[in-house]
Nanobody, 124 residues
């Protein structure tokens, strides 16, 4: 059973930056695909960014392209989401997700493991 622990959320003003972290644990087999999702109140969950961990290939939603960067630190076994130039519409609960399969990773929206989320609030 994979556990995912997100951290790094907070409240910032528009134009500010935050870096989210996701630390997986409890898995027996390698995780090959990880992603960040977000959900604002009353809205559907939105996939923000995905990384195929074996190659470093990435996907970004159009809404965050050029502002957010997904990355991994293999030594720390941690996934990051660097968020710059934040906008009020970036406000929401941010979730980390993971799956051991790399097949179809960059287009995947269904993941077997999810974290509990970390809140990001951007004020204007």
């Amino acid at each position: 059973q994979v556990q995912l622990a997100e951290s790094g959320g907070g409240s910032v003003q528009a134009g500010g930056s935050l870096r989210l972290s996701c630390a997986p644990s409890g898995y027996k087999y390698g995780l090959r695909c990880m992603a960040w999702f977000r959900q604002a109140p009353g809205e559907e969950r939105e996939r923000v960014a995905t990384m195929l961990l074996t190659t470093g290939s990435t996907y970004y939603a159009d809404s965050v392209m050029g502002r957010f960067t997904i990355s991994q630190d293999n030594a720390k076994n941690t996934l990051y989401l660097q968020m710059n130039s934040l906008k009020p519409e970036d406000t929401g609960m941010y979730y980390c997700a993971a799956t051991p399969t790399g097949v179809g990773c960059l287009g995947r929206t269904d993941f077997g493991s999810w974290g509990r989320g970390t809140q990001v609030t951007v004020s204007s």
